[in-house]
Nanobody, 122 residues
């Protein structure tokens, strides 16, 4: 079993930045591909970006390319989501996710965090 705990959400103005963190426990972190998903009010949960088990490969949704960055620190069992140039449409609950599969382009997580709210004001 894997436990994921997100932190770092909050309220930011459009054009600003936030960094989310997700701490993992319960299993070898280096054996997990990690990702972030988000769910806006009234919408389905959607994939945002993911990183491979070693951190060598990343995959991004088109909507966040050039603005968001994912990184993975296997020594700290933590994955980060750096969000820059935030837009009001980025407002959502952001969920950390983990998968034992090496495939990140169509990530199907086995484990989820509880979510953290990100609100971008215009």
């Amino acid at each position: 079993q894997v436990q994921l705990v997100e932190s770092g959400g909050g309220l930011v103005q459009a054009g600003g930045s936030l960094r989310l963190s997700c701490a993992a426990s319960g299993r070898s972190f280096s054996s997990l591909a990690m990702g972030w998903f988000r769910q806006a009010p009234g919408k389905e949960r959607e994939f945002v970006l993911a990183i491979s088990r070693t951190g060598a490969r990343t995959y991004y949704a088109d909507s966040v390319k050039g603005r968001f960055t994912i990184s993975k620190d296997n020594a700290k069992n933590t994955v980060y989501l750096q969000m820059n140039s935030l837009k009001p449409e980025d407002t959502a609950v952001y969920y950390c996710a983990a998968s034992s599969s090496p495939i990140i382009s169509s990530m199907n997580p086995e484990y989820w965090g509880q979510g953290t709210q990100v609100t971008v004001s215009s």
